[in-house]
């Protein structure tokens, strides 16, 4: 989009030419500079600076068909908020929650969280504090699109240049959401299963959304295939207060397992330390490294890989 409206534009060729910058890859939400083609297909020459993304490990490795290194695929970018949306119904998880909001830090952007579908629950005001417990500063909106109950708390996050992207799983009513912020219907909508209150896949690529009132949206599908891709500081962001219990342990290099003087093991046992909250944070801090030791590995056995080549070649040649 442009200030001359929207047009088509392609690639410049560079950005096929080297394939070891995936990262550099324009996506939706950038901002390029375009040399504009008024009787044909525009040119996108260079990607402008980034102040916020969404990012996941890409191990596909490079044309040589080697893994050098972890590749960073940026899939969404300057956005000021991330809508975090988690429906009221039987598929509810403050945990799923937590994830999201270390992934929104990490990102740059504000998290908000949405809880939709108020409409099918009578009371919504336990899960809400359920939420906001876990939510830290980021600020907990229940609304409903059928009914319109809680809408006007978000038109504060919706104003004239402001962008949002929306996370959340399928069935959460994204689409729903959008359709009611646009006044119209741009998205297809699709019942839930009853049987476990989950929704059928209806958003199948990224796409931005400029909003009558001239904010815009970004959508995304569900984001079950995003990693934690080098998330320490969302992580770090989203559990200040266990970060400040570890500057209590007696050792620097406590793994608040069996150590004595463990500032962890003490609150864990007080019940200052909900086992919850320690759980949802060893279980991200494993998952990053999980990423990490697999990174590790593929580049470790393709550099093998390679190097047998190259010794085979060699008895080859003797």
Not at 39 to 59: C, H, W, Y
Request: glycine share 8%; aromatic share 8%.
């Amino acid at each position: 989009m442009t200030e001359r409206g929207e047009t088509q534009a392609a690639l410049k060729g560079k950005f096929y030419h080297d394939a070891g910058a995936r990262e550099d890859y324009p996506c939706v939400g950038d901002f390029v500079f375009l040399r504009l083609n008024e009787r044909g297909v525009s040119q996108i020459a260079r990607l402008l600076p980034r102040r916020s993304k969404f990012s996941r490990a890409d191990f596909s490795g490079h044309a040589a068909g080697y893994v050098k290194t972890v590749l960073e695929q940026v899939v969404a970018a300057n956005f000021d908020y991330v809508f975090i949306l988690s429906s009221l119904n039987w598929d509810f998880s403050d945990k799923r929650v937590v994830r999201y909001l270390t992934q929104a830090r990490q990102s740059g952007g504000a998290p908000v969280v949405i809880l939709t579908k108020a409409d099918l629950i009578e009371d919504a005001a336990p899960m809400i504090d359920e939420v906001k417990n876990v939510a830290g500063d980021a600020p907990v909106h229940a609304v409903s699109c059928l009914t319109g109950f809680g809408m006007d708390a978000l038109e504060k996050y919706l104003t004239k240049g402001v962008t949002s992207v929306f996370l959340g799983m399928s069935g959460v009513g994204k689409s729903s959401l959008i359709n009611a912020l646009m006044e119209r219907e741009v998205m297809a909508v699709k019942d839930i299963r009853e049987a476990d209150s989950r929704g059928k896949h209806t958003t199948t690529h990224r796409q931005l959304f400029m909003l009558p009132r001239g904010a815009m949206v970004i959508d995304t599908p569900g984001m079950r295939e995003l990693g934690l891709f080098n998330a320490d500081d969302g992580v770090s962001a989203g559990f200040a207060d266990l970060e400040k219990i570890f500057a209590g342990c007696r050792f620097n290099d406590c793994r608040h397992e069996t150590e004595p003087g463990c500032a962890v093991l003490s609150a864990l046992r007080d019940g200052s330390l909900p086992r919850e909250r320690w759980e949802s944070y060893f279980s991200q801090k494993r998952e990053i490294k999980f990423s990490e030791d697999r990174a590790g590995y593929l580049i470790n056995k393709d550099a093998k890989k390679k190097l047998g080549v190259i010794d085979s070649r060699r008895k080859t040649n003797r």
